[in-house]
């Protein structure tokens, strides 16, 4: 738990009491996935790019959250805080796409004028379930 950000474990548990699916998808090593399971967090579905073979920014990444969401891509938001490997690719797929301004890459990307192509920048995941009952 100490490893997380404090905002991760309640907002994967207020996303799921909306009855919202919550998967967690990115480039990480082996052992992640099991690693997740067994610390609790709240989804639906958690993969990475070493189980899947593909990572981001790799449109084939982003084929394999919309296979196992189960929905058109219109309906996935995709939290991220690089634009490069997260808004980019999600919005080239259709998704929308959250940009997580915090750590190095978020605060930087955020200033950026390609922010512009996020459908919402937020500080902190606490903002995340208010964020997507607008989208």
Request: hydrophobic share 45%; with cysteine.
């Amino acid at each position: 738990h100490s490893d997380f950000y404090a905002d991760a474990f309640p907002c994967g548990e207020a996303l799921q009491s909306r009855w919202l699916r919550v998967g967690i998808a990115g480039n990480q090593p082996m052992g992640c996935v099991e690693a997740l399971r067994k610390v609790g967090i709240a989804a639906d579905f958690i993969a990475s790019s070493s189980m899947w073979g593909v990572s981001k920014p790799s449109q084939a990444f982003f084929e394999k959250i919309i296979d196992l969401s189960s929905a058109p891509a219109s309906q996935i938001a995709y939290v991220g805080d690089r634009l490069d490997d997260d808004i980019a690719p999600a919005r080239q797929m259709e998704m929308q796409a959250i940009l997580v301004r915090r750590g190095p890459w978020g605060v930087f990307d955020a200033d950026k004028p390609d922010a512009s192509r996020s459908s919402a920048v937020i500080k902190s995941l606490d903002e995340l379930p208010d964020i997507l009952g607008c989208l």
